[in-house]
């Protein structure tokens, strides 16, 4: 099978988009993992234009929340059943989706996995995602920076949920190792035994959950001074947290995502570090791969020596550190979406 390497500028994605056509010949579905957190919200947006500009139809569908496979399992029988050309799909639970995917591989269509890697990631035809691993140690690096002694830090870590998704798993590990935290198995969280870590919280990616997670871990610990956070909605109800005990000034908080939210709490120092991703663009390039082999035949080319396609991540601070490449809040909020 031929293949191609994705060279689409990422000033291309920021073309307008609009109501799909009736008449549009090709359908492309979307699968996220919820239609509310400003990240698929972004992606969906970049997926409509995407396929506006190159005349397909979209279908987009949702999980109720994050977590909900079973939605997204029936939305891939759905896009089977509609004759669709591809799906892009950022999956809840990254391993019991597998079985549903390769129906609809084995039914002709290709599968992209957005964001989050499937297990194995081979189950998908191709990923297009963050360097999830990378994005966590650069928020890790960054954060033993900012405190007088790594070996008595007291860390706080903000999960996803306990089905521990690849996304979720990749941010952890990556921060640890970042942070100079040996790892036991990478490919979980909460199996390391450094007794710098007070525990390991489930947020479901939302303030809500941040704002949960936070009261557990001052009830168990409230000298925690460094605090991990999958995205920026958990951070930022953390952060809350933080306020109503008085701590605000005595937690580093670091995150990933860079919706323009996160960016600027970056800017008014709720955040301290957050790794910025760009959805739009990964949304946007996964439509153009599923046109080209609607029309040609031809699977997407990974990035050379990784197993995805990587779609880039910029550390966001107002604090640099020597030797952790990074742009300042204003230029994240150049950069931001949501």
């Keep these: ?66 977590g909900d496979h079973e939605t997204q399992v029936q939305a891939i029988e759905t896009c089977i059943l509609d004759g669709a050309k591809g799906i892009l799909i950022t999956a809840s639970d990254t391993s019991s989706i597998v079985p549903a995917v390769q129906q609809a591989r084995d039914a002709g269509l290709v599968v992209i996995a957005l964001d989050t890697p499937l297990t194995p990631i081979t189950a998908a035809d191709a990923t297009f995602a963050t360097d999830n691993f990378l994005a966590g140690e650069l928020i890790g690096k960054w954060a033993a920076a900012q405190v007088e002694d790594t070996s008595t830090a007291k860390i706080g870590m903000m999960n996803i949920n306990v089905s521990q998704p690849t996304v979720g798993v990749l941010r952890n590990q990556g921060f640890l190792q970042g942070f100079g935290i040996d790892l036991a198995d990478p490919a979980k969280w909460g199996d390391e035994t450094d007794p710098r870590i007070i525990n390991n919280e489930v947020t479901n990616a939302n303030e809500e ?62 955040i301290g570090a957050t790794s910025q991703q760009y959805p739009l663009l ?57």
């Design 1 to 66: 099978m031929k293949k191609f390497m994705l060279t689409t500028a990422f000033a291309t994605v920021a073309a307008a988009g609009g109501a799909m056509a009736d008449g549009h010949s090709t359908t492309v579905c979307l699968i996220t993992k919820t239609d509310t957190n400003p990240f698929f919200v972004k992606m969906k947006e970049g997926a409509e234009a995407k396929a506006e500009e190159l005349g397909m139809t979209l279908k987009s569908f949702a999980g109720k929340i994050d």
């Design 209 to 270: 959950g941040g704002r949960k997670s936070m009261e557990n871990l001052l009830t168990m610990d409230d000298g925690v001074n460094v605090l991990y956070t999958i995205n920026e909605p958990a951070a930022a109800g953390a952060h809350e947290t933080l306020k109503d005990f008085g701590k605000v000034d005595d937690v580093v908080v670091v995150s990933v995502d860079g919706g323009c939210p996160g960016v600027q709490n970056v800017a008014d120092g709720a």
């Design 282 to 338: 990964m949304a946007a390039l996964g439509v153009e791969a599923i046109k080209k082999w609607a029309d040609e035949g031809i699977k997407p080319e990974l990035t050379p020596g990784k197993d995805f396609f990587d779609t880039g991540v910029a550390l966001v601070t107002d604090s640099p550190v020597e030797g952790v490449p990074s742009i300042s809040s204003a230029e994240g909020l150049e950069l931001c979406w949501g």
